[in-house]
């Protein structure tokens, strides 16, 4: 039986370009295989970007871009097109991958529990 540091959740930070780089490959086959299946891709985004920062003050310059970018989108070139989403599928990528720390991991799976169920009784 393997210990947890064996496991491959140990092992993330070693491998999170490629994983990134593997979510862009896949994200980018599949929405440039043609120009209105990543128009469609990049509205989408554009549109639910400025409906999360509307109203919120702290954000006017980012709504403002998102903005400019929801409004010139049908003007711009399928090659801008494709930057634009390449450049927001990596953005968003590394987002999410984040930054492991094993010992916030070690934290969260042992103590958590113990002291929720400590909380619960």
Same mark, same amino acid.
């Given at each position: 039986m393997s210990t947890p540091e064996e496991s491959r959740i140990f092992h993330l930070n070693d491998e999170r370009a490629a994983i990134v780089e593997d979510v862009i490959a896949r994200q980018m086959a599949e929405k440039t295989r043609n120009?209105?299946? %990543? &128009?469609?891709?990049?509205?989408?985004? $554009?549109?639910?970007?400025?409906?999360? %920062? &509307?109203?919120?003050?702290?954000?006017? $310059?980012?709504?403002?871009?998102?903005?400019?970018l929801y409004r010139s989108l049908g003007r711009r070139t399928f090659v801008e097109k494709e930057k634009i989403l390449r450049d927001l599928v990596s953005a968003y990528g590394w987002d999410i991958v984040g930054n492991f720390d094993p010992g916030v991991y070690r934290f969260a799976t042992s103590l958590v529990p113990r002291g929720l169920s400590f909380l619960f009784k």
């Open positions: 120009e209105n299946a %990543l &128009e469609l891709a990049v509205n989408d985004t $554009a549109y639910w970007e400025l409906a999360r %920062l &509307e109203g919120d003050r702290r954000y006017q $310059a980012q709504y403002k871009e998102w903005s400019e």
